[in-house]
C-alpha cells in the first residue's frame, strides 16, 4: 500500500475515495433512512443523458451531467412528494429515459467513444486533481447543510406528519437535499461509475444504521465504513490489477452480507 | 356562553373528488374530552388533520380560537398514528420527544431551555428512565407515553392524538386512559379511536363520523349513532360505569 502512494494517480485516487467516502456516508444515510434507494438509482442513471449531451455538445462532463441529474432529481421527488404510491413507476421511466437520451446522443456524435465506459463502472484511478478539490467542497458543504439543519432532519425521517404541524418545512428540505444527493452522485460516478453508485450510497448507512443509536451517529459510521471499503477495494484492485470500481463495490458487498450473517448471533446476545 | 375551543362549520372534504367528509358541523368547548369514533376509512383521521390545518377543506370551514388552524399550530399537541413513524429509525426516546420543540422559537436548532422542557414532559409521562433508550426497544404502550410527552413539550391547549391505543395491550389500555384523564383537568382533548373504551373512562362528548358526523355532548354513544354510523347494528356489552355505552334494551331480555 504505501510503495503505492508513490504514485500520484494512487494518491489522488485514495483522496478522491476518502472524500466519495464523506459524501457517500452523509447523503446515503438520509436516502436510506427514508427509503429512497430506487430514487437514488434512477437520478445515478438518468444522469448517463448529462454525459450524452456533454459529448454531443463539446461541453464539459460535470456540466451535462450535473444538469440532469439535478433535473431528474426535482422532477422524481415532485412525483415522489405529490403521488407517493406510483411514484416508483415514473423513477423507473426516468432512468431508462435518461440512459436512452445519453446513447442516441453518443451514436450522434462523431468518432470513438472508449472513455464512456468510464462513467459507467468508474475511473478513480484517472480522476484529476481539479475534481478531487470539487468532491472536498462538495463533502464540506452537504456535511454543513447537515449540520445545520440536523433536527430538521430526523423529524422529517421519522415522522412527517409531525413535522408538518410544527412548521418544519417539509417539501423544501426534501428537494434541497435531493438536489444535494444528485450533485453527489456526479461526483461519485468518478469514483465507481453510475452504475455501482447505488451501492456505495446504500451498503454503508445500511451497515451502519443497525448498530447506530442516532442519525448523526449513523452518518459517522457510514462515513467510516465507506472508506474502509474505498481503501480496500483500491488496493485489492492495484495488486490485483483489477478494475478499481468493481472491486470496491465488492469490498462493499461482502462487508453487506457479513453484516446480514452476524445479526442473529447479536440479536441472539442481546435476548441473553 | 364560553367561546368554543375549535369550530367546525359545513366542512367538506375529498381525496381525488372522492367524498370523504360532507357537510360537518360541530364545536369543541374548553376542557371538553372528545371521542371522535368510527368506522376505518369513514373519515376520522382526515377529519383532525382538518383540524390541525394539515388539510384544506374543499368547502367551510376550521377556527381554532377564532383563527384558522395553520396560524395557531403551537396550541396543538398531536399525537399520530403509531404506525406513520419510520421503524428502524435509529433514534433515541429522548431525541423524539425533543422533536417537539421545532420551531418553537423560529429556529432549526435546539437549545438548552429545549432540552429541559423534553426532560419535563418525559417525567410527566414517567418515562424519564428510558431517555436514552432507543424508541424502537420500547413496548407499545411506553412508545405512545413517548410520543404523548413530545407533544406535551410546548404545553399546548388542545391535545390530539390519532388512534393512541392501536399497538398497546389492554392492561396498557386502561392506565393510557387514566393519564388522559389527568391531563384534561388543564387542557381540551381529542381523541380518534375506534376503540369504544376510550368512551366510558374519559369522554365527555362523542362524535361519531362516516362521511357526515353525528355529535353527542355526553360520553355515551345512542344507538342512533352506531346504526348511521356504522351502517349496520353493532352489538356492544353495556359496561354501565360511568357511562352506559348502550341504551337500556326494552324489552328486559
Known amino acids: 500500500m504505501i510503495e503505492a502512494l508513490q504514485f500520484e494517480f494512487m494518491r489522488n485516487a485514495l483522496f478522491a475515495g476518502l472524500f466519495a467516502s464523506l459524501i457517500c456516508g452523509v447523503t446515503g444515510s438520509f436516502v436510506v433512512v427514508n427509503r429512497m434507494v430506487f430514487l437514488a438509482g434512477g437520478i445515478a442513471h438518468a444522469a448517463y443523458g448529462g454525459i450524452g449531451l456533454a459529448l454531443f455538445l463539446g461541453i464539459p462532463y460535470i456540466i451535462g451531467t450535473m444538469g440532469f441529474s439535478l433535473a431528474a432529481a426535482l422532477l422524481m421527488t415532485a412525483v415522489t412528494l405529490r403521488a407517493a404510491q406510483r ?91 435531493m438536489a444535494l444527493v444528485a450533485v453527489s452522485i456526479v461526483f461519485i460516478i468518478r469514483v465507481v461509475g453510475l452504475i455501482l453508485v447505488i451501492a456505495l450510497l446504500s451498503i454503508p448507512p445500511y451497515i451502519a444504521e443497525k448498530y447506530a443509536g442516532s442519525l448523526g451517529m449513523m452518518m459517522a459510521v ?13 488496493w485489492i484492485a492495484f495488486i490485483f490489477d483489477l478494475t478499481s470500481g468493481a472491486s470496491i463495490i465488492l469490498v462493499a458487498a461482502a462487508g453487506f452480507f457479513i453484516s446480514l450473517a452476524v445479526d442473529p448471533l447479536i440479536s441472539k446476545r442481546r435476548r441473553q | 356562553m364560553d367561546e368554543p375551543v375549535i369550530s367546525v362549520k359545513n366542512l367538506y372534504f375529498s381525496y381525488n373528488s372522492v367524498p370523504v367528509l360532507e357537510n360537518v358541523t360541530f364545536d369543541v368547548a374548553d376542557r371538553e374530552f372528545l371521542a371522535i369514533i368510527g368506522p376505518n376509512g369513514g373519515g376520522k383521521s382526515t377529519l383532525i388533520k382538518l383540524m390541525l390545518g394539515l388539510l384544506k377543506p374543499d368547502a367551510g370551514q376550521v377556527r381554532v380560537f377564532n ?35 421545532l420551531r418553537h422559537h423560529r429556529r432549526a436548532r435546539i437549545g438548552g431551555s429545549d432540552r429541559e422542557a423534553a426532560a419535563r414532559a418525559l417525567e ?128 328486559g331480555s
Open chain 1, 87 to 177: 411514484s416508483d413507476t415514473f423513477i423507473g421511466v426516468l432512468w431508462a429515459t435518461g440512459m436512452a437520451i445519453g446513447i442516441i446522443l453518443t451514436d450522434l456524435t462523431p468518432g470513438y467513444h472508449a472513455d464512456l465506459m468510464s462513467y459507467l463502472f468508474g475511473s478513480i484511478l484517472a480522476v484529476p486533481a481539479a475534481d478531487i478539490l470539487w468532491m472536498l467542497g462538495m463533502g464540506a458543504a452537504a456535511l454543513a447543510l447537515t449540520l445545520y439543519f440536523y433536527r430538521d432532519l430526523i423529524a422529517i425521517s421519522y415522522d412527517v406528519e409531525f413535522a408538518k404541524l410544527r412548521g418544519v418545512p417539509v417539501r423544501a428540505l426534501y428537494f434541497v437535499f
Open chain 1, 222 to 234: 457510514a462515513v467510516l465504513l465507506s472508506a474502509v471499503f474505498n481503501i480496500a477495494g483500491l
Open chain 2, 67 to 101: 383563527k384558522p388552524p395553520a396560524k395557531v399550530s403551537y396550541c396543538f399537541g398531536y399525537v399520530p398514528q403509531d404506525v406513520l413513524v419510520n421503524k428502524g429509525f435509529p433514534i433515541s426516546v429522548f431525541e423524539v420527544v425533543l422533536m417537539g420543540r
Open chain 2, 124 to 251: 410527566i409521562m414517567g418515562m424519564r428512565k428510558y431517555e436514552n433508550h432507543k424508541i424502537d426497544d420500547l413496548s407499545g404502550g411506553q412508545r405512545e407515553r413517548v410520543f404523548i410527552a413530545r407533544a406535551l413539550t410546548i404545553d399546548p391547549d388542545i391535545l390530539v392524538l390519532d388512534e393512541p391505543t392501536a399497538s398497546v395491550d389492554t392492561g396498557g389500555r386502561a392506565e393510557l386512559y387514566n393519564l388522559l384523564k389527568d391531563l384534561n383537568r388543564t387542557r381540551t382533548i381529542v381523541v380518534v379511536s375506534h376503540d369504544l373504551m376510550v368512551m366510558y373512562s374519559n369522554a365527555t362528548a362523542v362524535a361519531c363520523v362516516n362521511r357526515q358526523l353525528y355529535y353527542h355532548d355526553k360520553g355515551e354513544i345512542t344507538q342512533d349513532m352506531l346504526d348511521l354510523g356504522y351502517q349496520c347494528p353493532v352489538e356492544l356489552i353495556a359496561h354501565g360505569q360511568p357511562h352506559r355505552v348502550l341504551k337500556v334494551h326494552e324489552d
